[in-house]
């Protein structure tokens, strides 16, 4: 699990091969996406859905591109 930077508390984590980035909260998790490393048009989704994402920074985006790459890389 990796956080990304800022204080909002936005994480990259993965559960076996399903990755997601999110925010922990106490009532519900807050999820920008979610899929499986092991397939690729699920990855590509997944980048475009951050790309998209008005909830992440320019900063936090890059990270989170990079970690979802780490994932794939690791995972295929």
């Not at 990755?19 to 922990?24: A, C, G, I």
């Amino acid at each position: 699990m990796a956080q990304l930077p800022g204080d909002d508390g936005w994480l990259v984590g993965s559960e076996g091969s399903i990755v997601s980035v999110s925010r922990p909260r106490l009532d519900d998790d807050e999820c920008i996406v979610s899929f499986d490393a092991r397939n690729m048009q699920e990855v590509g989704q997944a980048q475009f859905a951050i790309h998209k994402s008005d909830d992440l920074t320019e900063e936090q985006k890059s990270f989170a591109h990079f970690w979802c790459g780490y994932f794939y890389g690791k995972l295929t």
